[in-house]
Nanobody, 121 residues
């Protein structure tokens, strides 16, 4: 019933910008924390940034000052504004959301299928 879908990935040159979106839909009661993860080929998935329902944010050291995570609770949507992109940012970016459903009002993690970001040098 509940799903999260990422969008906004693509190919961009180093130094460029890209904005990712993550939209949650379905029988949602509330969304607590949300986060962006990424995984490059042959590497482990890592947390990029997270945001609580009240707006507290956390960033990986590698993206601090370049990426900005935000959310629009009215739209059940989270964003990741990525500026000054580097080739090492190339990865599949995944959305994760702690969602409580209408039928089970205790949050559990939902994951999107990912969106590919490729940064060329």
């Amino acid at each position: 019933q509940v799903q999260v879908v990422e969008s906004g990935g693509g190919v961009v040159q180093a130094g460029g910008s890209l904005r990712l979106s993550c939209a949650a839909s379905g029988s949602i009661f509330r969304i607590n924390a949300m986060g962006w993860y990424r995984q490059a080929p042959g590497k482990q998935r890592e947390l990029v940034a997270s945001i609580t329902d009240y707006g507290s944010t956390n960033y990986a050291d590698s993206v601090k000052g370049r990426f900005t995570i935000s959310r629009d609770n009215a739209k059940n949507t989270m964003y990741l504004q990525m500026n000054s992109l580097k080739p090492e940012d190339t990865a599949v970016y995944y959305c994760s959301a702690d969602i409580a459903t209408m039928t089970r009002r205790i949050g559990s993690l939902y994951w999107g299928k990912g969106t590919l970001v490729t940064v060329s040098s």
